[in-house]
């Protein structure tokens, strides 16, 4: 393995649309880093925040949660709820130190495999470039 | 504005998919004639900001200076003298000399914004004297900026410059702040349209004047002591209607004075035809062949038997009283403010 | 809560070489087998297949496995294969979690080392959420055998038809006087031009006389409980003012009316006029008189001569002025929607002039003045003259931002070249010009009849029409032709509007009531556009006809066949599985706060009174689909997804990394 840093991320993939998306991503045999591991939940407004601080809390240098676009939530409007969850959650980790940008929201349909490798590539990347979170290495 | 001119905007648009907007738009004729009236922004179904448009464009023209002259002097002349007409700033409030109106700096409830047509305009001074006179009768405590009052950048935004618009807006805003003005009330629906529409950061509330006579009459502060039994059609301004939704104020003040029997022309309130005034035009000259608009209107005035075209914007009365005088028509029918009738009644 | 020992089975897949060729699937296996309560950690080359199968029923049975994981492909493709398998072997189907290392492993990464590694805590992931996965029973409700099918237009006259000939009891409930809806009021139906009355007709007539229908006419839905299989429906039957049983349908009271011909006919969407009671039209189900207390002296005023005309005519003396408005409390299985839809009011486009010129005609109106049982008798005459120039203008509140409706209303391109056709066969002189924006004939048979209707010296301009105005005593019609840059000014003594298709007026509170949501465009919102095109989120709630959108005629009957068919389904089979995986609440930790109801979209919880003043919720199973928005916004942490707990999940965390 390289010397470079490899974050940990956990993903949440809501069952009907963004689980279903990673997965058409296998079937297409799209290429994408694996330092995701998906958690499926059945909708992405299934998310608490303690999952995500838990996350944090174990290690995770990164969190990414995945749902229907607004208008094809299978349960209606979960993703919303879970938009506006993570609003305030974002927040909290800023508070906390961990900075708000290693919390990441998006949209990805059953039909979006090549869009999930791209999220999953470039918060890959993104956390990548930020590092681990500071103090954490110490601790 | 395809009846009457080359000027066609879904050609630009599609043109400038792929080509460079500014070369388009300087190889082009026509971009001078958008009277930005918006009939055409408020139908179309695909909710395409033409008027927009057209500004964006118009401000391509003038960044490269290519400009016509009759509107450069404008432009020009707003820089200098804070208005379109040419005319000294320090002549500004010359209209309301010996009437005895209040300025702002003595404090009042509303700030009365003449506007500059109505400041200068010797036809129009008779308009902002009327409505000097209905306020007073009515006990309104209200003040005029004076020689301080700066032109509101309706029609320069609407000739391309938004520069200079912004620059009168941001001066204005701070001038009302410093007077600290709650109320305005305008004689022309440009201005109302630019304060209440464009003006961003404004915190103060617009009314145009026949709103505000409406609600006086309405009150009961405003009696008529005159009969005017006259035929009176009432001309929508683009401004004031189709693009502020103001149909019926107008139409209550003609209607509250005794004697007039109002009657409605086919084209009328948001069908109503624009009178060409708007978008810079007082400044272009027309070389189309076809009929002005104007002249239609007079037109459709007195086919419904109109003594009196009635309106309520500085630039529809001098059109449309320019095709009446150059048209021989005075003896058939006269173009009058609304707030000239009002004041003729009480 | 059983206690037992947690004896967890890891069986891993290679699936062929798909997952063995980059995990390295013996390292997995190695690793996984360390961690605690794993009793069994295994590999084979096809798990799904049956001695895969076999392998962990086996293992269930001799080494005495309660919890069972599956590392191959995604749960979505053989969750319910393995539970099927875990169950014959005797276990709770829900005692089994699989982990995804096929489409979200082998299949996405290359680096052999890294997907191993990934893969193992993937499964450790898994062994960490089944060994707190709990046991869940299956649950099963009564269907009632009865259906509500609400509105009677042709979906709603189909669907009723279609399940009562199932030999299921339905109850049709029609606000209207009569059922028949739009299509009754219409002339010809495109592209095949039969008479829309002459197929309607029998329908209609068959909903009357079938042995399993309820008619319950001039009646509105007013509330609605429950859930599938058990809804609980109440109806407004409002007073006729004219008994059912007496009244023949003479129409001697019509005739007697002291307001006759006085009264704007809504059938014949203002063409023509009617009396106080009023049958809406000739061949009307049921064929029974109504009066229309709005307009009734005698209701309004108190007073009609020295009695009323009506009731001296009537000869059964049906005329009833004590009626009564009735509740009626009905429970079904199930509820078919098919409210259709309202005309856009083309007086929100001033520039047509609708509303100013009498011969600006909706598409409606049109139908109703060219209809031989119309108020002219199918005669084309405006004010006595038949007009000579007519335009047709498309598209009118329809595609069209500027009055909200950005949707395409789909039927008027086919119903103005049926019009114009109308006219022409009519009226071969007259000229007929049609403004459009695009032509949509996408139907069996539409392209063909559009050709037609050209052929026959129909006009077509593309472009949207900017204004109409008067000149003398006729129209001009000015817009450009966008085809050729060119403005076109043409003289009509007839406008045709084609009036597009919107929401019924109070469809938002119809959805409340039913608690069906809305899409953007404000019709009512399908459970998935193409997969469930009839289903509502609500189970057991269907929909048919333009009540879910702008439809013809073809796809309004498809749809109500495909409602009836779900309807008929859940109630054939009597029972219904309802979702397992659902919320919970902890009593004691409830403190009544109520964030669940208001999160709920469904309306699952509900608030109770267990003792005066003290609040807790109460989850209803049947209703609840499991998305478990509740568990988040619970403060108390009373609410517990079953399946997804916080626990569970936590732990799949704490492995996941």
């Not at chain 2, 810079?280 to 075209?309: C, T, Y």
């Not at chain 3, 007073?303 to 009905?330: N, R, T, W, Y």
């Amino acid at each position: 393995m390289s010397e470079e840093f490899e974050p940990n991320i956990v993903g949440f993939a809501c069952n009907w649309c963004s689980y279903a998306g990673a997965d058409l991503a296998g079937t297409s045999r799209m290429k994408y880093p694996p330092n995701i591991r998906i958690i499926r939940v059945m909708c992405s407004g299934r998310v608490s925040p303690s999952f995500v601080l838990k996350a944090f809390q174990m290690g995770a240098d990164g969190v990414l949660i995945t749902g229907c676009h607004p208008g094809d939530c299978h349960y209606i409007a979960g993703n919303l709820k879970c938009e506006k969850t993570m609003e305030t959650t974002r927040k909290l980790i800023d508070v906390l130190g961990i900075g708000e940008e290693r919390l990441r929201l998006e949209w990805v349909s059953a039909s979006e495999g090549s869009k999930f490798a791209d999220v999953v590539t470039d918060f890959t990347n993104h956390i990548r470039g930020l590092g681990p979170i500071l103090g954490k290495s110490q601790g | 504005m395809l009846r009457k001119s080359h000027f066609n905007i879904r050609k630009f648009i599609y043109d400038t998919f792929d080509k460079d907007a500014a070369k388009v738009v300087f190889e082009r004729e026509g971009i001078w004639d958008c009277t930005t009236c918006s009939a055409c922004l408020k139908k179309c179904p695909k909710g395409v900001d033409t008027t927009g448009i057209v500004m964006g464009l118009r401000s391509l023209m003038v960044e490269d200076g290519r400009i016509p002259p009759p509107i450069r002097d404008a432009l020009k002349s707003i820089a200098i003298h804070k208005n379109p007409w040419k005319i000294s700033a320090e002549e500004r409030s010359k209209w309301a000399e010996g009437l005895g109106v209040k300025n702002i700096s003595e404090g009042a409830d509303i700030l009365y914004y003449v506007g500059c047509t109505p400041a200068y305009d010797a036809r129009l001074q008779k308009v902002a004297r009327a409505i000097v006179e209905i306020l007073n009768r009515a006990g309104v405590d209200f003040g005029i900026l004076g020689n301080e009052e700066g032109c509101c950048g309706s029609e320069i935004r609407r000739m391309g410059d938004v520069w200079t618009f912004e620059y009168l807006a941001e001066e204005n805003i701070e001038i009302f702040k410093k007077y600290n003005v709650k109320k305005i009330v305008t004689t022309s629906p440009h201005c109302y349209n630019t304060f209440k529409n464009e003006y961003k950061g404004a915190n103060f509330e617009v009314q145009h004047y026949t709103e505000l006579v409406a609600s006086l009459i309405e009150e009961g502060r405003l009696s008529f002591t005159h009969q005017i039994d006259k035929t009176v059609t009432y001309h929508d301004p683009c401004f004031l209607g189709k693009q502020n939704g103001i149909f019926d104020p107008p139409r209550k003040v003609l209607t509250s004075i005794p004697g007039i029997k109002l009657v409605e022309m086919d084209r009328a309130r948001e069908r109503s035809l624009c009178c060409e005034g708007g978008g810079g035009r007082m400044w272009v000259e027309s070389e189309d062949s076809e009929d002005r608009l104007a002249k239609i209107r007079v037109g459709e005035a007195m086919d419904v038997g109109a003594q009196i075209l009635a309106t309520s914007c500085p630039f529809c009365l001098l059109t449309l009283e320019d095709v009446v005088k150059t048209g021989d028509l005075e003896e058939s029918i006269k173009v009058m403010d609304i707030a000239e009738l009002v004041k003729e009644a009480l | 809560m059983e206690t037992a020992e947690i004896r967890i089975g890891v069986y891993i897949c290679h699936c062929g070489i798909n997952i063995a060729s980059t995990v390295d699937v013996d390292r997995v296996r190695d690793s996984i087998s360390q961690l605690p309560n794993v009793i069994v950690s295994r590999d084979f080359k096809y798990m799904c297949s049956d001695p895969g199968q076999e392998l962990v029923r086996r293992d269930i049975k001799e080494k005495g496995l309660n919890r069972i994981v599956v590392a191959s492909c995604s749960p979505r493709m053989h969750e319910p294969t393995f539970r099927m398998t875990i169950q014959q072997a005797g276990l709770n189907p829900y005692c089994l979690e699989m982990a995804n290392i096929r489409e979200q492993c082998s299949w996405v990464h290359e680096d052999r080392e890294y997907a191993t590694a990934k893969a193992v805590k993937l499964v450790s992931a898994a062994v960490a959420k089944v060994s707190l996965l709990e046991p869940l029973e299956e649950k099963e409700v009564e269907v009632r055998p009865e259906a509500l099918v609400i509105g009677g237009g042709i979906a709603g006259i189909q669907a009723s038809l279609d399940i009562a000939d199932a030999g299921f009891k339905v109850y049709l409930v029609e606000r209207e006087p009569s059922i028949g809806g739009h299509m009754a009021q219409l002339d010809k139906t495109f592209p095949t031009l039969d008479c829309s009355a002459c197929i309607l007709t029998p329908r209609m007539v068959e909903v009357e006389r079938h042995p399993n229908i309820e008619l319950l006419s001039y009646s509105e839905v007013i509330d609605v409980s429950g859930y599938i299989g058990n809804f609980h429906v109440k109806v407004r039957k409002k007073p006729r003012y004219i008994a059912m049983d007496k009244c023949t349908g003479c129409g001697m009271c019509a005739e007697a009316c002291r307001m006759k011909g006085k009264i704007i006919s809504e059938f014949d969407v203002g063409m023509g006029k009617r009396s106080v009671p009023y049958i809406p039209f000739p061949y009307a189900v049921p064929s029974k008189y109504t009066i229309d207390p709005e307009n009734c002296l005698f209701i309004t005023k108190g007073k009609c001569g020295k009695s009323p005309a009506c009731k001296d005519a009537c000869s059964s003396d049906a005329i009833d002025f004590e009626q009564k408005e009735e509740i009626v409390e009905l429970d079904v299985g199930t509820i078919v929607v098919a409210t259709g839809f309202d005309l856009f009011d083309a007086r929100e486009k001033p520039e047509y002039g609708y509303g100013l010129y009498d011969n600006v005609l909706s598409g409606l109106e049109f139908e109703r003045l060219v209809s031989s049982s119309g108020p002219t008798q199918g005669k084309i005459v405006i004010d006595d003259k038949e007009p000579r120039d007519v335009v047709f203008v498309q598209c009118v509140g329809s595609r069209d931002k500027s009055v909200g409706n950005e949707y395409c209303s789909r039927v008027c391109c086919m119903y103005t070249a049926k019009q114009a056709h109308l006219i022409h066969e009519k009226l071969p002189d007259a000229k007929l010009t049609v403004f459009y924006i695009d032509i949509r004939a996408f139907g069996k048979g539409y392209e063909e009849f559009y050709d037609r209707v050209r052929e026959e010296g129909v006009r077509y301009i593309r472009g949207n029409v900017s204004e109409i105005i008067k000149k003398g005593d006729r129209l001009l019609v000015m817009a450009e032709d966008t085809l050729l840059g060119e403005p076109v000014d043409i003289e009509a003594d007839l406008v045709v509007l084609a009036t597009g298709i919107v929401p019924r007026k109070d469809v938002k509170e119809v959805g409340n009531l039913l608690k069906i949501s809305r899409s953007p465009d404000g019709f009512f919102l399908e459970s998935h556009p193409k997969m469930r095109p009839v289903d509502t989120a609500t189970d057991g709630i269907y929909l048919a006809g333009c009540a879910q959108g702008p439809k013809d005629i073809p796809d309004t009957v498809a749809q109500a066949k495909g409602a009836a068919s779900s309807a008929m389904t859940k109630m054939a089979r009597g029972k219904v599985k309802v979702e397992v995986t659902t919320a919970s609440v902890d009593t004691f930790v409830c403190r009544g706060c109520g964030r669940c109801v208001e999160v709920c979209e469904y309306g699952a919880p509900n608030l109770e009174e267990v003792e005066p003043g003290i609040f807790v919720s109460q989850i209803n199973d049947s209703i609840c689909k499991g998305c478990g928005a509740c568990s988040v916004v619970c403060p108390s942490g009373a609410i517990s997804m079953k399946h997804f707990k916080n626990e569970q999940i936590l732990s799949q965390i704490a492995a996941v990394i």
